[in-house]
């Protein structure tokens, strides 16, 4: 079992900058895998950074260049910094974890919204 609380969301002007926390008890921290998905209603949820268990990140277009995402073992806390934020970034933001990276875990968060005003 791994237990996920986001945290640091909130309103921005476009622009701005927010670094949301996700942290983690239960289960190794270092077994796992992370990512971070968004989700406007009415859509399908989707990937907006994943870190692997060594440190590798993945990021798709929409996000690349602007977001960084990141994990501090010695805290088992996972990062994710968002820069020049955008309207369209509005959304509720979900940490996940699992064993693969690549793949969607079985175990999520209860998300955090952030809202840019433009």
């Known amino acids: 079992q791994v237990q996920l609380v986001e945290s640091g969301g909130g309103s921005v002007q476009a622009g701005g900058s927010l670094r949301l926390s996700c942290q983690t008890s239960?289960?190794?921290?270092?077994?796992?895998?992370f990512g971070w998905y968004r989700q406007v209603a009415g859509k399908q949820r989707e990937l907006v950074a994943v870190?692997?268990?060594?440190?590798?990140?993945n990021y798709p277009d929409s996000v690349q260049g602007r977001f960084t995402i990141s994990r501090d073992n010695s805290k088992n806390t996972v990062y994710l910094q968002m820069n020049d934020l955008k309207p369209e970034d509005t959304a509720g933001y979900y940490c996940?974890?699992?064993?693969?990276?690549?793949?969607?875990?079985?175990?999520w968060g209860q998300g955090t919204q952030v809202t840019v005003a433009s």
């Open positions: 996940n974890a699992g064993p693969n990276f690549g793949s969607v875990g079985r175990y």
């Open positions: 239960g289960s190794s921290f270092r077994a796992n895998a």
């Open positions: 870190i692997g268990r060594s440190g590798a990140t």
